[in-house]
């Protein structure tokens, strides 16, 4: 199974479709911030898809969050700025950790990061539109589960 990971798309969606069409995957997974394209997001996705609100998505009726499961895998998705992402993951690390997650994934910081140390895997795609970590190439992260529903992330750029 192929999950696409991304954030912020800010109503600037051409890289989220170049990526559907590369990729094909079997689940997108969006981290908040897709500003009014929530639908058009899903329509070419062609495959499951999961948006939650973020800060700047005024007017919507997006979930604030969202947990699931993937395989035996129980994931919590934010956009992450209710727990001070801006100032690091350990606010929302601890949290995921209280709700008895084995992955959180947030956005909002448009810095990637997929963290695999300790007790949750804390993922951030990064921004396909407007990233700021060293270099601001667009970032995402694909996920993939093999047969034995282990997990492999890869943290790629545009």
Known sequence: MKILIVS?????????????????????????????????????AGCPVKIVLGNNDFFSDLPREEEFCIGRYRIWLTHG???YVAMGSETIKREAIARRMDIVMYGHTHRPLIDTEGDVIVINPGSLSYPRQEGRRPSYILMEMDTKEELHFSLMYL
């Open 81 to 83: 700025h209710n727990y």
């Open 8 to 44: 912020d798309t800010h109503r600037k969606n051409e890289n989220y479709f170049k990526l559907i069409e590369m990729h094909h995957p079997d689940m997108v997974i969006h981290c908040g911030d897709a500003e009014g394209s929530e639908y058009a997001l899903t329509q070419a």
